[in-house]
């Protein structure tokens, strides 16, 4: 069975950090660039980072930048996402998603098999 399992999210402070993983089964990893999306309540589906399947190519939503990092170790089929510091506005479900081919993707349509999320909250 093709799945992608979130888990790491959890309630944060502001200022906090997080480490979320996304478990592959059922796909051969190696082979496929993972992204990382996230949706608010109210508010549309964002992309927030992306790991090329050799993980020598990453790139990050602008809001993120010098604060999340992602990377993978394909050995264990899991993909993570580093989330330091966060901040109020970070909080939403945290989704990981597989590419269509090996390279960097950014927008949903290049992404073909998504995980359930996992919710981050930031409150103090």
């Known amino acids: 069975q093709l799945q992608l399992v979130e888990s790491g999210g959890g309630l944060v402070q502001p200022g906090g950090s997080l480490r979320l993983s996304c478990v592959a089964s059922?796909?051969?990893?190696?082979?496929?660039?993972i992204g990382w999306f996230r949706q608010a309540p109210g508010k549309e589906r964002e992309g927030v980072s992306c790991?090329?399947?050799?993980?020598?190519?990453?790139h990050y939503a602008h809001f993120v930048k010098g604060r999340f990092t992602i990377s993978r170790d394909n050995a264990k089929r899991t993909v993570y996402l580093q989330l330091n510091p966060l901040h109020p506005a970070g909080a939403a479900v945290y989704s990981c998603?597989?590419?269509?081919?090996?390279?960097?993707?950014?927008?949903?349509?290049?992404?073909?098999?998504w995980g359930q999320g996992t919710q981050v909250t930031v409150s103090s």
């Open positions: 059922g796909v051969i990893l190696d082979n496929y660039a």
């Open positions: 998603a597989n590419a269509r081919g090996p390279a960097l993707a950014v927008d949903a349509y290049e992404f073909d098999l």
């Open positions: 790991i090329s399947s050799s993980a020598l190519s990453t």
